[in-house]
Structure formats: structure tokens, C-alpha cells
């Protein structure tokens, strides 16, 4: 199991260099910063300068090399919109995008599994075509649209929750199911297919054979085995929504990291987007790294190395 | 790791990156996506609506102490409350609140008193010298007096803030004696109060010595109507009245700003309540909140002038347009009017020259008009009957519904036989080919100006070489900018924007467009309020009722 962790271990820093190294050309691509943070009536001398102090006319290969070390010691610079440091800015509000995430997570895993299992253990029936409805309605409506609709009935109409901001407990509502609702389609039909599939296996049909009471068939050889394509779904889309909630945190003006990043591209703001897109990736990363060892700890043939 | 997994992981962070780069200035893109198609007749009944409840605001008695709490939100995330480092209007709009300047613009752009009593400039007007108010002090009780303006002024000079060339106007400020101070400029410069006036915002100086950069960013302090409370970074900035103000204590208690980025939740937040003030609204969504119960739209030219430029520096040498005929036919062949209504619902003006309403020297020149007869005429003139071909560029999502002002202007050139080619670039690109002069001898921009004049954007916009963002060189007109930059009268200076304006209009170095109307929403409750075109806002006066 030891070795399995290494490896898994390795393989994560080996994609976060990945990930320093797109970060670093894709933000390049997008144009020059210098134009856009000197005012308009700057001469070109001033902006000549302005891209001279901060090092955008080094070669490019000197501009890597101190982002990588920079990197590593989490130093990424001074944002060059707010002038101080863009790491600790991006830390800062990890707290309101765990919150958001965190909830939307609760509420996508609180409704989506036990939907799932009714649904597998009994297809066909109203509460599975109702999960089922649910399922096909959370993955296919777009996440902005439903949050501007949202706002417009329960924030403007009916005065159920604030439009925006993180004020009190209820401005995490709205937010949390525009941005839980896709991830509990997916868990409300992945539980139900598990379930439906390992029903029909052959260890199933023993344990009925052996005379196994039926609530113990279900708690000790179906969840268990349903557990583990939960786990790493859950696991994969908890990353996912705190690094893919740009437009949620945007729409609702939640101060956390998504609606950073948002601004943050518009200024052309390099070390903090930057910042942003590699803290969220470690943090996506170190998720699939802790999902793998839940997987290992509940499937026994992962562990012993298969 | 199965390699599944493995890239499942990689496409989600190939996807992830993708929507990094994809996201570019959301806001405009939603504005553009309301489309609403309306009757003019509802338009202009509901006009006639507004214009009348704005009339109301004198009837309601301002509070005698500080009352209240008015929540204003804003568009984008201050950067710095310190005024020098201020990266953009929603930012110093939001920091003058705490701060004050020597001087101060008041309506129709003159320069009114604020923490100079009077000011005397020298006959050369190399030398200004102010003369200081005596009772005013900083929110922290230290005195302001002639040492404060020569420590703000070294302070910036000395720094390397973007902004730090505001002050850098002046080559020294020195004390004459404890209220007295004197700015010694390196060349007459008319503009030096209004860049005062919007630029030297005062700090406490021994305040800044004793915490430092960093802990004046945390914690600022002027002394301005109201004082530094909390910033809770991308959530709001709290400030409370100045109850020592050398004016009086302002009428609002509590001044609270909240960043709201997105429009569409702006304007929901200001029918719940939630807010008192939003800004930068859309003519659509400033039409959807007509009527609503509690909310009043109030609207205003702004002082930014929208234009399809020349090229006569790098790729415009060889063109047709290098001829002044062929530039007033194109300017006559464009229909402005129609596509003002076509477009914006009617809710802007037609640039007349390239000063904007409520300029020094606004009104000199009529909009050339649309006439594509004498636009034909002045084609033929120049020996162009059949017109001729011509590439043409625009940014891609940067200004309200440009992508198809562009449009229809490809199409009225069409008419009278100039074959333009048109391409919309993302707008960072746009920006970066604009500074190196390498785009097509067409290209489409807006610019801005403060401080009440249009000097800025004309030097911006026409310096040739030495300007970033400018295409366009004329001798004549840099004689005439010289000029205006040194002269200090106003009446003379007024004068002389109208005759640069009659030469741009005979030899005109732009296509002449627009200058739209900005829209704010704010609740009923909120009296006193009124904007500046340049977005600039005073809270002193305002006091909100019922409560």
C-alpha cells in the first residue's frame, strides 16, 4: 500500500509541474500586461519602463525560471492590481469558496445518494422517475442562467434570500444549489446505476442463497461496493467546485476565489491569476490524492496492490 | 493510477485553464445579450417620468446630525484606497470620500476652493501659490497645514505608483510659511489645478511615517466627510461620518460600498433594497427598472467620446484617407443618429468634434450630419467616384454594443462605394497592436477625459509618436494644443478648443460617433445624489430619509 501512495504521491508533483508550466504560457498568450495597467495617456516611454521594472522584457526563460522558484517557496509575486502579495490575497478567500463548495457538496451528497439508492433498489418507481427528472434537470440546465433566475424569484419577487454578498447564513443558499444541483444529478444516477448493477452480481445472488437477511445484503455487500465509484466521483467534483464556481461566485458577488479569478483576468493581472490557477490546482490535486487513498482504505484490491 | 483517471485529471485541468483564458469581461458580454425591441412611444412617455421625479429632491429636510446608512455598490474591486495608487474610477471615486484636495471642480468644470481658502498663480504661470485653510485637521487630529502638502507632494513624487506623474506636474513645493505653500511648475500648465483637483488627495503625514505603506493600505485616513471604518477584501468598505468636518459633519452616518460585478445582480439588488446606489447600468436595464416601486433612474451624458480613427503615422501612408475630402466624406456617409437609436435606444449624443458635452469649449462645432450625396460629391472631388477598398479594425467586447456599431458603419461606407474590411480582435490584442500602431488605417475606440476639459484625450489621441494610443500627427494641431496648455484664462482657453475644433472638422483626423449616457439606479430614499460626467460623486450633500 506504501508503495501505491509513493507513486501516487510522485504522480501528483509531476502534474502540478505540469500545471505551472501552462499556467505560465497561457497567461503569456493573452496579451501584453503593460498596455493595460498604464493609463491610456501614459507616453511610451512610461510603459516602456513600467514593463522594464517589472520584468515582462526579460527572456522568457528567466521569466519561467523565477516563477518556478517562486513558486515553490509560494511566493508569486505582487499583484500587479493590488499591489501586495498575491499569494496570501488568494489564501484569504479560500474560506468563503470552502464554505460555498462545502455546502453545495452537503446538498448535492444529502439528496443525490438517497434518491440513487431508492431509485436503484426500486426502479420504476414515482421516487426514482422523480430522482430521475431531478438528475437529467440539474445536469442540463446552465448554472448562470438558473442563478439570475433565482435571483429574479426568490431575491427580487419573493424576498426569501439576499441577492448577493455573504452576510448571514441564508446568502449561502442560493449559491450552494445553482452550484450543487449538476453534481447531485450525477451522483443521484451514478448511485442508481451501481446499485441496479451490482444487484444482478453473482456475490449478490449467494449472499441471497446463503439466507443473508436482506438488510444486511444491503448495508454490507451493496453500499459498500457502491461506495467506492461514489467516493471518487464525490471526491473529483468536490475539486471541481471549488476551482469551477468562477461564474457563481461572479454572478452572487461571493468574495472567494472564483469571482478573484474573474477579475483577475480582466486586469491582465499575471501573478495573481496565476496564483489562483495553481493554488486551485494543488488544491484539486491534493483532493484526487486523498480520494485515491479513501479508495484504498475501502477497496481492499486496491490495497493489496492489484 | 489508472490512465482513465489519469486523464480524466488532465482534461479537467485543460478545461479549467481553457475557461481561465475564456472568461474575459463578462459584464459587457450580458449586457449585450438583453435584447429589447420597445416602441418609441412607451420610451418617451417613460422618460417624461423620470424627469419629474428627480424634480422632487428639494422638497425633503436634510437630518441635523449624521443619520442612516447608505450602501452604494460598486462595479469592480478597489485596488487601493490610497488615492495615488488608485488603479480605476470605481476605486478614486471611492477613496475621495475620505480625502481632500487643495482645490476642487465644481459644476461646469471651474476650480472652486476646498482646503486652499485662495490660490494666486504667478504671470508667467510658472508659480502657483496657495493660501491654506487654518481649522482643518486629519481624522486622526493631526493639523493639515503647508508641511502636510510637502510631504504628500514628496511622498508621491518620490514613489513609483503608476499615477505618480500627476504630481510629478510640479518640479517643487515648498513651504512659504505655516499655512502658505508654493508649486513651482517647469512650464505653464492651464491644467495644473484641475490635475490638483483631481489628483492630491492629502494623507496625515505623521500618521503615514509612524505605520508605514503598508498599514496606511490597511488602515487609510484624509481629511475628507468620512472615515475609514473596515475593508473586508471583496466584500465591502465601510466608512462613517467625519463629525469634525471642516465643512460640517455630512448627513449620512454610515457610508458602506459593495462590489457587485455582475450587472443583472446589481440591478436585482437595488429592487430588493439591498442597496442604495448601483452605477454602470445598461440603457435595458436601466429601461426594466423604470417604474419599479422605490427605485429612480437618474442619467447623464459621459464625458467619453467614441471614434473610428485615421492612421497617417504607419499604415494609413498610402491610403486614400491621407486625403482631408475623403475623411469628410466618410464622416458625412455615416448615419450617427440612426444608429444611436438603432442601437442605444436613443441614449446618446452625437459627438460634436472630439470634446464632449459640458467640456471647455464644448458647442464650437455641429456633428458633420448624415448626407451621403455630399459624401459622394467630396469622393468624386478627391478623384475617388468609385470609392476604393480599405481595412478597418474594432475591439471585441470592450465597449457596449461596438461590435456592431462597426457593423453598420462597414455598411454606410458601403453605400457610397469604400469597400471597408472589417475585423473584430479579443480586445488585449487589440490594445497591444493599437500601442504599436499596427492596426488598419480604420480603427474604432472610445476615450475619456477628467478634470472637465478634453485636453488629455486630444493630446492621447492625436500626439503621434509620442503618445501611446495615437495614430494620427498634424503640426497645426500640436501648435494649437501647445497653445491651450499655455494659456491660463479659460474664456481664451475656450477659445482656442473652438478653433481646434473648426480645424478638426476640415481636416478631421476621426470619424465622429458618439458620447453615451451613463445610467444609475438609486433608491427613493436617497437624496441630494448627483453625478459628475466623469462618474465623480460627492456624498457630503446626500442624506438618505426614513429612518
Known amino acids: 500500500m506504501q508503495r501505491y501512495f509513493i507513486s501516487r504521491l510522485v504522480q501528483s508533483v509531476l502534474l502540478l509541474f505540469g500545471v505551472l508550466l501552462l499556467v505560465f504560457i497561457m497567461v503569456r498568450v493573452t496579451g501584453d500586461p503593460a498596455t493595460l495597467m498604464m493609463p491610456r495617456e501614459a507616453s511610451p516611454e512610461d510603459v516602456e519602463a513600467f514593463r522594464e521594472k517589472m520584468g515582462f522584457n526579460d527572456p522568457t526563460l528567466v521569466q519561467f525560471g523565477r516563477f518556478i522558484s517562486g513558486a515553490i517557496t509560494g511566493d508569486f509575486g505582487n499583484s500587479l492590481h493590488f499591489k501586495t502579495p498575491a499569494m496570501p490575497m488568494v489564501v484569504g478567500r479560500l474560506p468563503a469558496t470552502v464554505q460555498l463548495a462545502l455546502t453545495g457538496l452537503v446538498f448535492a451528497v444529502v439528496v443525490g445518494i438517497p434518491l440513487g439508492l431508492v431509485g436503484g433498489f426500486n426502479p420504476g418507481s414515482v421516487i426514482d422517475n422523480i430522482g430521475r427528472f431531478l438528475a437529467l434537470l440539474g445536469q442540463s440546465v446552465p448554472n448562470f442562467w438558473l442563478a439570475l433566475i433565482m435571483i429574479l424569484y426568490f431575491a427580487v419577487r419573493l424576498q426569501w434570500f439576499p441577492s448577493f454578498g455573504r452576510d448571514e447564513w441564508k446568502s449561502v443558499i442560493m449559491p450552494a444549489f445553482v ?37 444486511t445484503i ?30 457563481i461566485e461572479f454572478i452572487f458577488s461571493w468574495p472567494g476565489m472564483g469571482q478573484l479569478l474573474q477579475q483577475s483576468i480582466g486586469w491582465r493581472d499575471f501573478p495573481l491569476v496565476q496564483a489562483l490557477a495553481v493554488f486551485t490546482s494543488a488544491v484539486v490535486l491534493g483532493l484526487n490524492l486523498l480520494t485515491d487513498m479513501a479508495y484504498a482504505i475501502i477497496d481492499p484490491r486496491i490495497r493489496y496492490g492489484k | 493510477m489508472s490512465p482513465k483517471r489519469f486523464w480524466i485529471i488532465i482534461s479537467l485541468l485543460v478545461i479549467s485553464m481553457l475557461a481561465l483564458v475564456a472568461c474575459q469581461p463578462t459584464e459587457v458580454i450580458v449586457e449585450k445579450e438583453v435584447i429589447v425591441t420597445q416602441e418609441v412611444e412607451v420610451e418617451v412617455e417613460k422618460e417624461v417620468i423620470v424627469e419629474k421625479e428627480v424634480e422632487v429632491i428639494v422638497e425633503v429636510e436634510a437630518p441635523e446630525v449624521p443619520t442612516g446608512t447608505l450602501v452604494r455598490a460598486i462595479s469592480t474591486f478597489p485596488n487601493a484606497l490610497d488615492h495615488p495608487q488608485a488603479a480605476e474610477r470605481q476605486a478614486s471615486t471611492t477613496d475621495w470620500q475620505m480625502y481632500d484636495s487643495l482645490v476642487w471642480t465644481g459644476v461646469g468644470g471651474t476650480i472652486v476652493p476646498q482646503l ?79 490635475t490638483v483637483a483631481d489628483n492630491w488627495a492629502m494623507i496625515p503625514p505623521g500618521y503615514f511615517e509612524e505605520v508605514g505603506q503598508d498599514g496606511f493600505n490597511e488602515h487609510p485616513m484624509g481629511t475628507g466627510p468620512f472615515k475609514f471604518v473596515e475593508w473586508e477584501k471583496g466584500d465591502h468598505i465601510t466608512m ?31 429592487q430588493t433594497g439591498e442597496v442604495d446606489i448601483v452605477t454602470r447600468l445598461s440603457a435595458e436595464e436601466a429601461q426594466s427598472l423604470m417604474g419599479v416601486e422605490n427605485v429612480k433612474i437618474i442619467k447623464y451624458p459621459v464625458a467619453r467620446i467614441y471614434y473610428i480613427a485615421f492612421n497617417n503615422l504607419t499604415t494609413g501612408l498610402e491610403q486614400p484617407t491621407m486625403d482631408a475630402k475623403v475623411r469628410q466624406a466618410m464622416n458625412y456617409a455615416v448615419d450617427v443618429d440612426t444608429i444611436i437609436d438603432a442601437l442605444f435606444d436613443g441614449f446618446a449624443e452625437p459627438a460634436s468634434g472630439y470634446v464632449a458635452s459640458g467640456e471647455l469649449g464644448y458647442g464650437a462645432v455641429q456633428p458633420f450630419g448624415y448626407d451621403p450625396t455630399k459624401a459622394l460629391d467630396l469622393l468624386t472631388e478627391a478623384g475617388y467616384p468609385d470609392g476604393f477598398a480599405i481595412d478597418m479594425a474594432c475591439p471585441a467586447g470592450a465597449y457596449t454594443h461596438f461590435e456592431e456599431v462597426c457593423e453598420a458603419i462597414v455598411g454606410y461606407l458601403s453605400d457610397v462605394g469604400i469597400d471597408v474590411t472589417l475585423e473584430i480582435m479579443e480586445s488585449g490584442q487589440y490594445w497591444d497592436m493599437e500601442a504599436n500602431k499596427e492596426l488598419p488605417p480604420l480603427f474604432g475606440d472610445s476615450w475619456s477625459a477628467t478634470g472637465g476639459e478634453a485636453f488629455r484625450r486630444l493630446t492621447g489621441a492625436l500626439g503621434g509618436f509620442d503618445a501611446s494610443y495615437s495614430a494620427w500627427s498634424d503640426p497645426e494641431i500640436d501648435r494649437l494644443l501647445a497653445e491651450i496648455q499655455a494659456t491660463p484664462d479659460q474664456d481664451e482657453r475656450a477659445a482656442l478648443y473652438g478653433e481646434l475644433q473648426e480645424y478638426m472638422q476640415e481636416d478631421p483626423p476621426f470619424i465622429y460617433l458618439y458620447q453615451p449616457v451613463a445610467f444609475e439606479a438609486i433608491n427613493t430614499r436617497v437624496q441630494g445624489y448627483s453625478p459628475f460626467p466623469a462618474e465623480t460623486y460627492d456624498l457630503f450633500d446626500v442624506f438618505v430619509v426614513g429612518e
Do not use: C
Open chain 2, 240 to 270: 462613517e461620518a467625519n463629525l469634525d468636518y471642516w465643512r460640517g459633519a455630512p448627513k449620512i452616518e454610515t457610508v458602506v460600498f459593495r462590489p457587485i460585478p455582475e450587472s443583472a445582480t446589481r440591478v436585482a439588488a437595488i
Open chain 1, 179 to 215: 452550484l450543487g444541483l449538476p453534481v447531485m444529478g450525477q451522483i443521484v444516477r451514478l448511485t442508481r446505476s451501481a446499485v441496479l448493477e451490482i444487484r444482478g452480481e453473482d456475490f449478490i445472488r449467494t449472499a441471497h442463497s446463503k439466507g443473508l437477511m436482506l438488510r
Open chain 2, 116 to 194: 486652499a481658502d485662495s490660490w494666486e498663480a504667478s504671470d508667467d504661470g510658472l508659480e502657483y501659490t496657495f493660501y491654506l485653510r487654518e481649522d482643518v485637521v486629519f481624522h486622526n487630529g493631526e493639523p493639515f497645514n503647508a508641511d502636510a502638502v510637502v510631504f504628500n507632494w514628496e511622498r508621491v513624487v518620490a514613489s513609483d505608483f503608476e499615477y505618480a506623474y500627476h504630481w510629478q506636474t510640479a518640479i517643487a513645493v515648498e513651504a512659504v510659511d505655516e499655512y502658505t505653500v508654493k508649486a513651482t511648475l517647469e512650464a505653464p500648465n492651464a491644467l495644473f489645478l484641475s
Open chain 1, 218 to 247: 444491503y448495508t454490507k455487500h451493496v453500499l459498500r461496493n457502491v461506495a467506492i465509484p461514489l467516493v471518487s466521483v464525490i471526491g473529483v467534483q468536490f475539486g471541481y467546485m471549488l476551482g469551477g464556481s468562477i461564474y
